[in-house]
């Protein structure tokens, strides 16, 4: 028998606590195993509109784990037969444009009109510890609880524009669950734009009032992307203001080239607060779709969007397997290293790394 520094009697795997009492012996504890999850089941459960199992497999997309990855590519191919049925929307806008607020007033509007709407939220990530903010289902609070609609807040990670490189798989389980609109919100910092453009169908600028001041900060660019320009928060003093500016962003957008083929980019005021302007938006919207359908560039657009995508994901995965490999990464390091101390030349250094 012998003591332990809190009195307690140790005996045969018997321990006695302080009052004499007899206690069952201690039994280490045993990590319980990672939940598997069956893929036909999850996909059943996504194509019966579960949010609950849209959001398993949007995780299991996402995860950075190897068998996870290939299960979640093996879900989304049991998928894919049933996606492409909606019209995917990104929406973009200066700070201070009122985009969540927007978005929850429009997609409250479309599943009153008997439309589900899924809410892909592009949150920044911090460059320097890699969190992100995710606050969307609390700016749309009352989004969030409509029963035919989902957000997914999605990290960047990093990725580059602010973009989370599973948004376009993302989209493909939205549509297999029964989404017919697909609401894409950027973070609003120049490459997203161009990356989130390059995903949907339809892109919607949100403005403020008093476009001259406005255009000082925002890159033409920008400008040739949208199909669209909605003036938002045009009520109240700013009602009177805000016909102004659309006006001027209509003479503005003669001299852009339109952003889709067969379209002429147009600019309409609306309010989130005083719901007006909105049922506007939704009517372009349904023009859009049928003008671009009808002339067969909305299934060019989608082949050359899945031809890029094709592309990128090649980029992405010679970068992960040449990072991959720990030889590399710390020859990396030591060539790094003599480029800073002037010993070799950047394209020395590269030439070595691929030798």
């Not at 045969?12 to 007899?22: A, P, R, Y």
């Not at 036909?40 to 299991?60: C, W």
């Amino acid at each position: 028998m012998s003591r332990d520094k809190n009195s307690r009697r140790v005996m045969d795997g018997v321990h006695e606590t302080h009052d004499g009492m007899k206690a069952l012996p201690r039994k280490k504890f045993k990590k319980p195993e990672a939940e598997t999850l069956d893929i036909q089941t999850v996909a059943e459960g996504v194509r019966s509109g579960s949010r609950l199992y849209l959001g398993k497999a949007i995780t299991l997309l996402e995860s950075s784990n190897p068998d996870h990855k290939q299960n979640g590519q093996q879900l989304l191919n049991q998928l894919l037969p049933f996606t492409g049925n909606s019209i995917r929307i990104g929406i973009t806008g200066v700070p201070g444009a009122g985009k969540s607020t927007f978005i929850e007033t429009f997609g409250e509007m479309l599943t009153e009109l008997g439309h589900r709407v899924a809410v892909l939220a592009i949150d920044p990530s911090s460059s320097l510890t890699g969190g992100s903010i995710l606050g969307d289902k609390t700016r749309m609070e009352q989004l969030a609880r409509n029963p035919n609609a989902f957000i997914r807040p999605s990290p960047t990670a990093g990725t580059l524009g602010g973009v989370h490189k599973k948004t376009r798989e993302t989209m493909l389980l939205c549509e297999a669950a029964g989404y017919d609109v697909i609401l894409v919100e950027t973070v609003g910092v120049g490459q997203s734009e161009t990356l989130v453009r390059g995903m949907v169908d339809m892109f919607l600028l949100l403005v403020l009032t008093g476009a001259g001041d406005e255009l000082q900060g925002m890159k033409k660019g920008i400008l040739e992307l949208a199909d669209a320009i909605v003036v938002h928060k045009a009520d109240g003093d700013n009602a009177r203001l805000a016909k102004k500016t659309v006006a001027e962003y209509k003479q503005m957008l003669h001299f852009l080239q339109p952003a889709s083929e067969g379209w002429t980019t147009r600019p309409l005021a609306a309010s989130s607060l005083e719901n007006s302007g909105i049922p506007d938006v939704w009517e372009m919207v349904q023009e859009f779709e049928a003008t671009v359908k009808s002339s067969g560039y909305w299934n060019k657009r989608r082949r050359k969007q899945t031809q890029d995508w094709f592309r990128s994901m090649i980029t992405d995965e010679l970068h992960s397997r040449f990072f991959d490999d720990p030889e590399r990464r710390q020859l990396v390091k030591i060539l790094e290293k003599q480029v800073l101390d002037e010993r070799l030349t950047v394209a020395q250094a590269i030439a070595r790394l691929f030798e």
